[in-house]
């Protein structure tokens, strides 16, 4: 777990720690091209992780952390990679980078149509189970109405039998 224990800590757990320093050894290993840029979202009021996960990355390859673009602002980062994006495509080792971006992209689209299945399949028993919900308040609701009826029928069958 990255995130520390206590309760407003914007720092790194122990193991957290552990983990960003095995970080330039896998990117080392699992993306061997030059690496001339490290990003990370800028510091929130709730954490800096981002910038102390990649911070061993960063140091090990002597590059510095981007870090002014706010989490989840795409926009914004979109702008700033436009430039890097260009330089990529230019670069002799573009052959190597464009299938390993791809398969990550498909890999994200299969991710989001599963979830977004998986969604539907939630809504979906979601409100069949609403609706048999409904059924059934409706049903209780009828059968409540006619315990009265029932009531009413029988003061009304004693009064006529009274008469």
């Given amino acids: 777990m990255e995130k520390p224990t206590k309760e407003g800590d914007k720092n790194l757990s122990a193991a957290g720690e552990y983990r960003a320093s095995q970080l330039p050894a896998y990117f080392n290993k699992s993306f061997p091209l030059a690496k001339d840029h490290v990003f990370a979202t800028h510091e929130s ?8 996960t990649i911070t061993p ?6 590059l510095k952390v981007h870090h002014k673009i706010k989490n989840k602002k795409f926009k914004e980062l979109a702008k700033e990679l436009k430039p890097l994006l260009t330089s990529v495509q230019s ?18 689209r299969e991710m989001q149509e599963k979830l977004m299945a998986r969604h539907s399949t939630v809504v979906d028993s ?3 189970k609403l609706r048999g ?15 009265v009826l029932r009531q009413e029928v029988e003061y009304l069958l004693e009064y006529l039998s009274e008469i």
Avoid: H
Wanted: without cysteine; aromatic residues 6%; hydrophobic residues 30%.
């Fill in 126 to 128: 979601f409100e069949k």
């Fill in 57 to 62: 990355t960063a140091t090990k390859l002597d």
């Fill in 133 to 147: 919900q409904d059924i059934e308040n409706r049903i209780a609701s009828q059968q409540q109405k006619i315990a």
């Fill in 91 to 108: 670069s002799p080792q573009s052959y190597q980078i464009w299938p390993k971006v791809e398969d990550l992209v498909a890999k994200e």
């Fill in 45 to 52: 009021k709730n954490s800096n992780r981002p910038v102390l």
